[in-house]
């Protein structure tokens, strides 16, 4: 096949040949990388569920068998490497969004998706924080940001339908309510002895979302 030039590659070349160049551009990890990836996330998963989403990344690539370096080539800060590891969890609740979508209970299928959220955060101590870090900063690219926008988009459409079906009030957003989720995780992440305290807080929350409520508090 004959060799292009860097004229012929410039000339003629339209927005689907950028975008056809751009996809080609991406080159399939080799065997080697891809094995210290996968060894990474493992760590990193098992170092975040013993000890924490602070825990030490030189002790993750330790573990891996890696260097540092090597760890920054794959992930090239903690977010990153949070976001990698996460993304199991999060592609789980989103896949539990999708079976609630036409549950008969609008506002029961969002009661029930809201407290899958607040049962996998704990998983991770740290994570509920990250979260809503990474909820507060629109701007920020991050691993976790890049986790939270497919999370805003299925909560959305469930409390969409609570709210159509007059369940909860129309004021309420996703942002707010997924905030309040994390601060429940944070809080029984604080209190590990306390069972029932997701539960409680979750009831008191949504007692104040319900369609009325805020007339009833004037």
């Given at each position: 096949?004959?060799?292009?030039?860097?004229?012929?590659?410039?000339?003629?070349?339209?927005?689907?040949?950028?975008?056809?160049?751009g996809r080609?551009?991406?080159?399939?990890?080799?065997?080697?990388?891809?094995?210290?990836?996968?060894?990474?996330?493992?760590?990193?998963?098992?170092?975040?569920?013993?000890?924490?989403?602070?825990?030490?990344?030189?002790?993750?690539?330790?573990?891996?068998?890696?260097?540092?370096?090597?760890?920054?080539?794959?992930?090239?800060?903690?977010?990153?490497?949070?976001?990698?590891?996460?993304?199991?969890?999060?592609?789980?609740?989103?896949?539990?969004?999708?079976?609630?979508?036409?549950?008969?209970?609008?506002?029961?299928?969002?009661?029930?998706?809201?407290?899958?959220?607040?049962?996998?955060?704990?998983?991770?101590?740290?994570?509920?924080?990250?979260?809503?870090?990474?909820?507060?900063?629109?701007?920020?690219?991050?691993?976790?940001?890049?986790?939270?926008?497919?999370?805003?988009?299925?909560?959305?459409?469930?409390?969409?339908?609570?709210?159509?079906?007059g369940s909860?009030?129309?004021?309420?957003?996703?942002?707010?309510?997924?905030?309040?989720?994390?601060?429940?995780?944070?809080?029984?992440?604080?209190?590990?002895?306390?069972?029932?305290?997701?539960?409680?807080?979750?009831?008191?929350?949504?007692?104040?979302?319900?369609?009325?409520?805020?007339?009833?508090?004037?």
């Amino acid at each position: 096949m004959a060799t292009e030039t860097a004229g012929q590659r410039h000339a003629g070349r339209g927005p689907a040949a950028d975008a056809s160049a751009g996809r080609h551009a991406v080159r399939p990890m080799r065997a080697d990388a891809r094995r210290n990836y996968e060894r990474l996330l493992t760590e990193a998963r098992t170092a975040f569920t013993e000890h924490g989403t602070d825990t030490s990344l030189e002790d993750i690539a330790r573990r891996a068998g890696v260097g540092i370096g090597t760890l920054y080539r794959h992930f090239p800060n903690r977010t990153a490497l949070m976001g990698a590891v996460f993304q199991g969890e999060v592609d789980a609740l989103l896949a539990h969004a999708k079976e609630l979508a036409d549950a008969p209970q609008p506002c029961v299928a969002l009661v029930e998706w809201l407290r899958a959220i607040i049962t996998h955060a704990s998983t991770y101590r740290g994570l509920s924080r990250a979260l809503m870090a990474a909820s507060a900063d629109d701007s920020d690219s991050s691993g976790m940001a890049r986790c939270s926008v497919p999370m805003r988009e299925a909560g959305g459409a469930l409390l969409t339908r609570a709210q159509e079906a007059g369940s909860v009030r129309p004021d309420v957003s996703i942002g707010d309510l997924l905030q309040l989720t994390n601060g429940i995780a944070l809080a029984v992440e604080e209190s590990p002895g306390d069972a029932k305290l997701a539960d409680r807080l979750l009831t008191l929350t949504l007692s104040g979302l319900k369609a009325g409520s805020r007339q009833a508090a004037g």
